[in-house]
């Protein structure tokens, strides 16, 4: 077995004592791992022969021999399946798999649970000693839903992959998955965890999302450092030693893998191409970015640490109490998302450094597609989006409003996470793109006068101001509409030069055609509102006030007087 054979190499260093064993946990898990078999076990499935050669990897296989070369996936090879000569019931397994998990389970059920992968690592990385005392990790898995084979060929991999007295333990936090949809992840699951000493399952309550199941971890674990996995990774060889190492030089070094794709379609193990660091764009989306040349032309190295402006979010590695002490992650954020900039930014700002590690690898699936979307899911993302915007942005955050044109004013209270960032004594988001992340690009615009941003919603019923269309000089294009909260033709922004304007466009009024939409900078005149005490839109050349006509929809121009009809609340994210 190849695996042992790569643990043999790393066991020649240790004392003789614990070699021995060393050696017996390694025995004793192979004969484990025989009586586990896939789920699905192989089948008579005809495989189909890639139809281009690049579709197959280059990988160089060094030292490990496999059990049978010949098995489907073996090396991180591609699968093929010839869906047409499927039989029926083979057919059906094949799209469920793919509804359920927006991956191709049914390739992934051929593959061997401890398949061999391909040493992608940078060949310098061969040469490096790590010390063998090193801090201890707990592996932190999180699930939801997740298919067995892909879930428990993780699991294998950080057993198989890890040395044995620098692994604690697994934990894998079930996110309250849904064990009558998913009934291995029920009893099978207990009892595959029992037949191991270093896992623990834990079960949350309640489905509160990879956040909060994290945090369940991190409560649980005892390690020194937690290393965070997505349920669906295979860690590669020599993954976790690099990772440990550079946690012990400094422990507000926070650490992640290389991640390499594990193809949702064929699940290959196919490598990154070097250099690639984590980024953001303005709407808070994470995306991979070359490294810079001021780094690339400075390093001693091609395997020294990358410093990166912001992680991925799911597969890093954190020392246990640095992350106690910078508050782990916001409890108020809910469900998905956000979460991977929360710890870049704060890491950053508040005195520790991120950074990729060229000698560790793990494979990730990415898939196309979330299995898991929901109404609650997508409110979710914006309003972790929103928090995070709110405490760690300062007047940046206004580039994301903007990108966004959303708006969900419920995001809940964050002023003990703001609290959090003065005690932490954190630099400021300027700070952080001044000396992090100098290759950003900052949107040219100005917000200085930004008063409200948000939805305006009349006081008399739940109708906000919506205006569709640009530039279209007809009254119709400004109207009142059942508020929704999702931004759009209802963001605006209210400056205290008194526009109320979305993008370049300003909410206009003449008497002789009404209220329209038009751009700004021509408008002035006629785009200038006073935004009064008593919450009146009055518009300045006219001294009108923005009324509401009492059957709903319209809006019309009258003169102000005290009436609910012509109250209206601009509030949301970014309101003082
Ligand atoms: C990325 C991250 C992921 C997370 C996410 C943003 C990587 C490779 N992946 O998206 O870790 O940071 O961005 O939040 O960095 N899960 C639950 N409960 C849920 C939903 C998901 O436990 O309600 C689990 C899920 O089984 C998986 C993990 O959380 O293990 C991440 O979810 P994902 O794989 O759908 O996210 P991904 O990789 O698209
Ligand atoms: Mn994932």
């Known amino acids: 077995n190849g695996g042992s054979g790569e643990r043999l190499i790393f066991a020649s260093r240790m004392p003789a004592g614990q070699m021995l064993r060393h050696l017996i946990e390694i025995h004793k898990k192979r004969l484990d791992l025989n009586d586990v078999a896939p789920k699905t076990p192989l089948r008579n499935v005809a495989l189909e022969k890639p139809s281009k050669s690049r579709d197959i990897m280059h990988f160089s296989v060094r030292k490990a021999q496999a059990v049978a070369p010949d098995h489907p996936g073996e090396y991180g090879r591609p699968v093929f399946v010839n869906v047409p000569k499927l039989n029926y019931k083979e057919k059906d397994e094949y799209e469920k798999g793919w509804k359920r998990y927006q991956f191709n389970e049914f390739v992934s059920n051929m593959i061997s649970l401890r398949r061999p992968l391909p040493d992608v690592r940078n060949p310098q ?67 595959f965890v029992q037949s191991y000493s270093k896992l623990k399952l834990i079960r949350t309550e309640n489905h509160a999302g990879l956040i909060h199941a994290r945090m369940s971890g991190v409560k649980a674990a005892t390690g020194d450092v937690i290393v965070f996995l997505d349920s669906h990774c295979e860690a590669a060889e020599g993954w976790l030693e690099p990772l440990l190492a550079r946690i012990q030089d400094n422990s507000s070094n926070v650490v992640a893998p290389i991640i390499d794709k594990i193809s949702d379609k064929t699940f290959a193990y196919l490598p990154t191409p070097p250099d690639f660091v984590g980024g953001f764009h303005w709407d808070l989306t994470f995306h991979w970015h070359a490294l810079p040349t001021y780094i690339t032309q400075h390093r001693k190295s091609t395997i020294d640490p990358q410093p990166s402006p912001t992680i991925a979010g799911g597969l890093f590695a954190i020392s246990k109490d640095y992350f106690t002490h910078i508050g782990m992650y916001d409890p108020g954020k809910l469900y998905w998302g956000l979460e991977n900039l929360e710890i870049s930014f704060k890491v950053w700002m508040c005195g520790g450094s991120l950074e990729q590690i060229p000698c560790s690898h793990v494979g990730h699936v990415f898939r196309s ?61 300027q700070w952080y793109l001044d000396n992090v992340y100098p290759e950003l690009e900052i949107p040219n615009d100005n917000f200085d006068d930004l008063r409200e941003v948000g939805q305006i919603r009349n006081k008399a ?116």
């Not at 490096?128 to 801090?135: A, D, Q, R």
């Not at 692994?167 to 992840?185: A, Q, T, Y």
């Open 369 to 429: 597609h979330s299995p898991y979307q929901s109404k609650e899911l997508i409110d979710a993302v914006r309003r972790n989006g929103i928090r995070v915007a709110e405490v760690w942005l300062d007047d940046f955050k206004y580039h994301f409003y903007k990108k966004r044109r959303f708006l969900l004013v419920d995001y809940g209270d964050v002023t003990s996470r703001r609290e959090l960032r003065n005690q932490l004594n954190c630099k400021s988001f």
């Open 125 to 191: 990385c061969l040469n490096v000693t790590y010390p063998y005392s090193l801090p201890v990790a707990s592996v932190v898995i999180i699930f939801y839903n997740e298919a067995w084979s892909v879930l428990i060929r993780t699991v294998y991999s950080v057993l198989y992959r890890s040395p044995d007295h620098l692994l604690r333990e697994i934990l894998l936090v079930d996110d309250h998955s849904d064990v009558h949809g998913f009934p291995n992840l029920g009893r099978p699951l207990e009892a």
């Open 461 to 576: 019923g739940p109708l906000c101001i919506d205006g569709y269309g640009h530039n279209i000089n007809v009254s119709s294009h400004v109207a009142a509409w059942p508020c929704h909260k999702q931004g759009g033709n209802q963001f605006w922004m209210l400056t205290d030069a008194g526009q109320i304007r979305r993008n370049e466009y300003c909410i206009v009024y003449t008497p002789d055609l009404g209220l329209f939409i038009h751009a700004c900078n021509k408008t002035r005149y006629i785009s200038s509102w006073n935004y009064t005490r008593d919450k009146h839109l009055q518009h300045k050349a006219s001294r009108l006030c923005m009324t509401l006509s009492s059957d709903g929809r319209r809006l019309s121009m009258s003169s102000c007087r005290e009436n609910s009809l012509q109250v209206w609340n601009a509030s949301g994210p970014g309101a003082a």
